[in-house]
């Protein structure tokens, strides 16, 4: 049998593509069109028929050129946080519109490198965001080595993560597999 080289993925499709699990996968889809503009492929929307509980075994959204997968938690299934970075244009306009739909701040809009900026926020699912923007004077310009020596005093794009991840907890409480 002749194999030919093609790209695994159909066409207009990334090779990579995250997939959360939450509870209540139809509000989070909501909160992604809500917040990013996301695109919800109503055909792949799949209710867990054997479940019969209303839930989503599947659903897919888009995210500018980006496929997000979500589904519901089933009892059992652990608590799995989904940490996921998106370029955006507008941060302090995401953010807004994040907060207020739930999100905590977690790291306002702060310069980073490369020429991009970075904010954080903690949607009401417990998933932590990464917004990447467009940003003037943030550190080493595209294609340098930031300068990742120790200072005296680590500053709040390094201490707000390490604080926030240390928080992580099961937005049902209690034992993280109930």
Do not use: C
């Not at 509000?27 to 989503?56: M, S």
């Not at 599947?58 to 652990?78: C, F, Q, T």
């Not at 809009?109 to 932590?128: C, E, Q, V």
């Not at 930031?146 to 794009?157: D, K, M, R």
């Amino acid at each position: 049998m002749e194999m030919t080289q093609q790209d695994p993925e159909p066409p207009g499709e990334n090779t990579v593509n995250g997939f959360v699990v939450v509870d209540g996968a139809a509000p989070f889809i909501d909160f992604l069109v809500a917040v990013f503009g996301a695109t919800e492929r109503t055909e792949a929307r799949t209710p867990d028929f054997y479940a019969g509980d209303g839930t989503l075994i599947h659903a897919e959204v888009k995210i500018g050129n980006s496929l997000l997968m979500v589904a519901d938690r089933k009892a059992g299934w652990p608590f799995t946080p989904a940490l996921t970075q998106v370029y955006v244009a507008d941060p302090e306009e995401t953010m807004r519109r994040a907060v207020g739909r739930g999100a905590t701040v977690v790291t306002p809009a702060s310069p980073f490198y490369g020429g991009y900026g970075i904010a954080r926020f903690l949607d009401p699912w417990h998933n932590l965001w990464w917004l990447f923007f467009p940003a003037a004077e943030t550190g080493p310009a595209t294609g340098e080595e930031p300068n990742w020596e120790e200072s005296a005093e680590p500053g709040p794009v390094y201490t707000t993560l390490l604080e926030t991840m240390a928080t992580l907890a099961d937005p049902r409480g209690g034992d993280a597999h109930a």
